[in-house]
């Protein structure tokens, strides 16, 4: 299949109003958006949207209110407000793997029925947070005993994927609010090295496991369940007390059962949740035992607190929706390839990575609804890192690279701890780099920066010059709490379907990842089998025989 064009416009997706936006896009290229400030004084009003608890400033983007209106127009004709309906109704809009797509239901406080398969899902979802409740309050209230009839004190989720980076990221940020005896560790990789890192340390007297695997059949995972089992094992010496130290979260209670759990301590939750789209589910459980079920609940309402903006707002009011367009906007009519996400707050960090995993195997597919090879860019590569960090290693290429990269900036305006003045000094370099950004510097303020400092510019003078016009979003959070936190989630996960439908993608499979996994499942005994013939490509062969040498 060849690459899909980038051309600014380049039919985008089919729209009848691409043509337009194409047309409107040879205008706005040529705008710096320092100029359109200048020009209007209710810039900042005009693009900025707010609920209780969170701030979205989008007026740094190379956009006008014409463009606006037709990236609405797009979201329109895109039938933005019936997918979601469909999407929040139940339906099975992964069509691919016939199922509904229901987080929104595991976050829905209201209560109200949300049917699928013509079962209301309300009553399990509950049971199963009820059960998470009860099981978080023994452990974390000291009732819950280890083999030896201590308390627990370590808690380890082994899992992998959105069975590990949902819950981590919000293990971090959440730190403040964190029980003071449980230390909760998270175990993804299948390498020895991880497996020793996490369990350094730890008495497995006091340690509680959660196996956290939607399908219960991934090889990481269960490999790694198994080995802890076994170093388990060896100091408790019973497989009677794996009860007390064991417990999975899962949909597969077969597999629960054959991995010698009671399904009594299995945790469980739905195929209609997808493992990005889980820590909202069971899969929450370590969470739950780390912050307590009342600030899970918090999380919760944070969610179905955007999901209600989300369907409630005019388009053009909409928070993910105004983020998806203007991604759309980039990535089909600017060429951009990627898009950076940094947050100014240190629990924070593993946004990027979490987010990583929503929107790239949400979205990174090049086959449509209709089964059709599309003929216009996807999901853009997503990364990033805390700013302050990235301000020292890669903001370089943002600001003076040849790539366009759209930025999101996250802060939250107050701070859980404060050393000294490190807060204002964090809130200072977000707005420094934002304005750098979008301002720039031209040549002859350049040459008036060193003159005013008594130096004579000389032609390195062109090295400093910033050209600017770099677009940002800045998310602002009151506080980062499990509702703000919930709310800036669910923010982004109805981006990524925004943008998903509007690139006519199901954005909730992930076909792309089972070709490496099957390659993987025939290689493994190849490794160590003793016939030489393998039939892969000279590379594979040749590296599998490598390995093999060094294993002799
Ligand atoms: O291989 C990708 C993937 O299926 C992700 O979508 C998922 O989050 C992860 O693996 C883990 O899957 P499971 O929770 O079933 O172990």
Redesign the pocket.
């Known amino acids: 299949m060849s690459a899909p064009s980038s051309q600014p416009g380049d039919a985008v997706l089919h729209r009848k109003i691409a043509e337009q936006l194409s047309q409107h896009y040879e205008v706005v290229k040529t705008q710096h958006v320092r100029d359109l400030f200048a020009r209007d004084a209710q810039r900042f009003e005009r693009f900025s949207v707010e609920i209780p608890g969170l701030l979205l400033d989008y007026s740094k983007n190379r956009i006008t209110t014409e463009t606006m209106s037709l990236l609405a127009d797009l979201a329109r004709e895109a039938n933005i407000e019936g997918w979601r309906d469909r999407l929040f109704g139940g339906e099975k809009i992964n069509t691919t793997e016939n199922r509904a797509v229901l987080h929104v239901a595991l976050r829905n406080r209201s209560n109200a029925p949300v049917i699928t398969d013509g079962e209301d899902v309300m009553p399990p979802v509950n049971a199963v947070l009820d059960k998470m409740g009860l099981f978080a309050a023994r452990v974390r209230g000291g009732e819950w005993l280890g083999y030896s009839g201590q308390v627990i004190t370590d808690v380890v989720n082994i899992?992998?994927?959105?069975?590990d980076l949902g819950p981590q990221m919000v293990y971090q940020a959440l730190k403040p609010y964190r029980h003071e005896r449980l230390r909760v560790h998270y175990m993804s990789n299948v390498d020895g090295a991880h497996v020793l890192d996490v369990l350094d340390g730890l008495n497995p007297a006091t340690t509680l496991f959660i196996i956290?695997?939607?399908?219960f059949?991934?090889q990481e995972?269960l490999t790694n369940a198994q080995a802890v089992r076994r170093w388990f094992l060896r100091a408790a010496g019973d497989e009677a007390y794996i009860a007390q130290h064991f417990v999975a979260v899962s949909t597969n209670t077969d597999a629960v059962r054959a991995f010698g759990i009671d399904p009594a301590n299995m945790f469980e939750f739905w195929d209609w949740v997808g493992?990005?789209y889980s820590f909202w589910s069971a899969i929450g459980l370590s969470i739950v035992l780390a912050v307590g079920m009342g600030r899970f609940t918090d999380l919760l309402a944070g969610g179905h607190a955007m999901d209600q903006h989300f369907q409630q707002a005019p388009l053009e009011q909409n928070m993910p929706v105004i983020l998806a367009l203007l991604g759309v906007w980039y990535n089909n009519f600017f060429g951009a390839e990627s898009h950076v996400v940094l947050p100014y707050d240190h629990d924070l960090r593993s946004l990027p990575a979490y987010l990583q995993q929503a929107d790239m195997?949400s979205n990174g597919k090049s086959v449509d609804r209709t089964h059709t090879a599309v003929k216009y860019q996807t999901g853009p590569v997503i990364w990033g890192a805390t700013g302050i960090n990235g301000q020292h290693a890669f903001y370089q290429l943002i600001h003076q690279g040849t790539k366009l990269i759209p930025a999101d900036f996250i802060v939250s305006l107050q701070p859980h701890e404060t050393v000294g003045e490190q807060h204002d000094i964090l809130m200072a370099n977000f707005l420094a780099q934002t304005e750098a950004l979008m301002c720039g510097r031209t040549l002859a303020e350049t040459r008036a920066v060193m003159q005013a400092e008594g130096r004579a510019d000389d032609e390195t003078i062109a090295h400093k010059v910033f050209a600017g016009n770099h677009p940002s979003n800045a998310i602002m959070l009151d506080k980062l709490t499990p509702h703000t936190l919930g709310m800036l989630v669910a923010l982004y996960e109805h981006k990524i379907f925004v943008q998903g439908i509007i690139w006519n993608l199901n954005s909730y499979d992930?076909w792309g990842?089972e070709l490496g996994?099957q390659l993987a499942k025939t290689i493994l005994p190849e490794l160590t089998a003793v016939e030489d013939t393998l039939a892969h490509d000279g590379s594979t062969n040749a590296l599998i025989q490598r390995y093999r040498d060094t294993k002799k």
């Open positions: 899992g992998i994927g959105g069975s956290a695997s939607k399908t059949t991934t995972t493992g990005r195997e992930q990842v996994k």
